[in-house]
Structure formats: C-alpha cells, structure tokens
T-cell receptor
Framework: GQNIDQPTEMTATEGAIVQINCTYQ??????LFWYQQHAGEAPTFLSY????GLEEKGRFSSFLSRSKGYSYLLLKELQMKDSASYLC??????????FGPGTRLSVLP | DAGVIQSPRHEVTEMGQEVTLRCKPI?????LFWYRQTMMRGLELLIY????????DSGMPEDRFSAKMPNASFSTLKIQPSEPRDSAVYFC????????????FGPGTRLLVL
C-alpha cells in the first residue's frame, strides 16, 4: 500500500531551527517532495530529493534516506511567515503523487 | 506568466446539480494534475494528463467524476451529480514535463455542495 506519516502539529520559536520528519511507503519510488501551504492558499514547491542525502536551499534543507523510507525538512532561522502547513509527498510510478496529511507549524515570537 | 488559472474560485451548489471546474495550465507545460483537498483526507491526486492524454485516473472517486483535456491549454473536472461529500477545495497543477521536479498549483476552487 501507500502511506505517508508526518506529525500533525509543531511549534517553534522565531529564530530557532525546526525539523519536520516524514516516513513513507509507496509502490515504487521516484522522488520525495516538500511543499509549503499557507492557510487558504495553494501549496508551493519547496524541495525535491531523489538520491540519499541532504539538499540545501537557503534557510530550508531536505534530507532523504531511501533505505529507511525517511525524509526530513529542516527550517533554519525561523521567521513568523514560516507559520504554515508543510506537506511531504512521495512520487511513485509515473506521476503518481501521494501526499502526507501535512504538519502545521506555528512560529511564536 | 499568469500561473495556473482556475475558475470558478468559489462554487456553491445543491446536491444533484452538475459542477464543472476549469483549469488553464501554465503555457508550455505538458503535464496537468487535478487534486482534491479536505480536512479529513488531505490532498489527494484524482487524475493526471501528459500531453493532453489521461495517464492515471485511479484517484477519481467514482463514476460521477470525469475529467477532460481537449487541448494543451484547457482542462475540466466535472461532477455529475454532485453530493455533499464532494465539498472540498479542488486544485489544478501543471508541470513542465513528466518527471519534472516542480508542480505549480493553481489557487483552487472551493466547492460547497448543500
């Protein structure tokens, strides 16, 4: 079957670092994606991993371990505007995307 | 670029009525995706097209749902007849090609079926 798990909610303080974990099981594997979604808005692409290791993009980094079916999104120097839901998504065969339930991150002053 | 365009942005209808959602992908993008998002089920892929051809519609919930892509710049998602459980936000997304890293989402259509 296909399943993606991530924590429902997280809270962190402005300026801090937060790590959002994701575990996945898919039929085939063709990439792991992270999206950001502010309330009432559409998801926007953050990062993509297809090989094991860390991908860094500014304040955001994403890690993948294919053997463990595990990924995390690391957000550094948190800002208030980072308060949003973060969606982990795995791409299986073809373009078959499976999204996790999302992690709602609250950044407090 | 205007991004992915969806219409209408909001739709309120009564149970049993036909609903048609529309999407214009980003010009030059060859892959188009329809998603549904609810609090209970999260974001679900309904169907996707490559070069206007439906590739995988296994996510379409039942025969009441149908999608078409008559040309590279237009797609529709139709629900007939609609039911209250179809109430959700429906997103259309496009990407440059099959295997592209990035999908660009439209603003979504908020559907409420009474």
């Amino acid at each position: 079957g296909q399943n993606i798990d991530q924590p429902t909610e997280m809270t962190a303080t402005e300026g801090a670092i937060v790590q959002i974990n994701c575990t996945y099981q898919t039929s085939g594997f063709n990439g792991l994606f992270w999206y950001q979604q502010h309330a009432g808005e559409a998801p926007t692409f953050l990062s993509y991993n297809v090989l094991d290791g860390l991908e860094e993009k500014g304040r955001f980094s994403s890690f993948l371990s294919r053997s463990k079916g595990y990924s995390y999104l690391l957000l550094k120097e948190l800002q208030m505007k980072d308060s949003a839901s973060y969606l982990c998504a795995a791409r299986g065969y073809g373009q078959n995307f499976v999204f996790g339930p999302g992690t709602r991150l609250s950044v407090l002053p | 670029d205007a991004g992915v365009i969806q219409s209408p942005r909001h739709e309120v209808t009564e149970m049993g009525q036909e609903v048609t959602l529309r999407c214009k992908p980003i010009s030059g993008h060859n892959s188009l995706f329809w998603y549904r998002q609810t609090m209970m089920r999260g974001l679900e892929l309904l169907i996707y097209f490559n070069n206007n051809v439906p590739i995988d519609d296994s996510g379409m919930p039942e025969d009441r749902f149908s999608a078409k892509m008559p040309n590279a710049s237009f797609s529709t998602l139709k629900i007939q007849p609609s039911e209250p459980r179809d109430s959700a936000v429906y997103f259309c997304a496009s990407s440059l090609s099959q295997g592209s890293e990035t999908q660009y989402f439209g603003p979504g259509t908020r559907l409420l079926v009474l």
